[in-house]
């Protein structure tokens, strides 16, 4: 079986250092493919049964609310990584895409040169 590799978003150190930045990009990524039409219906159901989940009022699990992140989680991982791998990366590329032009936009701020000069103090007479 071939060895899976890293499934992070592999962006740039700069803006992978976070992990709510980390999480930020997963649920971009989740929100991309759950409105790709070349995904199976069922397959789409994971991260919206994690959801309903969430907001459902009786828990299976008494160990509130780790369980409820844990099933939230599991269904976002999974359905990553049950949706074709094509597909996912053609997604990551978009968002690392958006992410890079983001970054240069930011980066490109107009500087606008200027002189100093100290004026004598006038008036101060004593």
């Known amino acids: 079986m071939t060895e899976k590799r890293n499934r992070s978003l592999d962006l740039p150190k700069k803006a992978n250092e976070g992990f709510f930045k980390e999480i930020y990009n997963n649920l971009k990524l989740i929100l991309r493919l759950l409105k790709d039409e070349r995904l199976n219906f069922w397959l789409k159901f ?7 989940y969430l907001v459902f009022p009786m828990d ?4 509130n609310p780790l369980d409820d992140a844990v099933v939230v989680w599991l269904g976002g991982y999974l359905f990553i990584e049950l ?3 094509d597909i996912v990366e053609e997604h990551k590329e978009a968002i690392r895409t958006a992410l890079s032009e983001q970054t240069t936009a930011n980066e490109k701020e107009e500087i606008i040169e200027g ?3 100290e004026k004598a103090d006038v008036g101060k007479g004593t």
């Not at 299976?60 to 160990?63: A, G, R, V």
């Open 46 to 52: 994971l991260p919206i049964g994690a959801l309903i």
């Open 60 to 63: 299976i699990l008494p160990i």
């Open 83 to 85: 949706c074709p791998q």
């Open 115 to 117: 002189e100093y000069e």
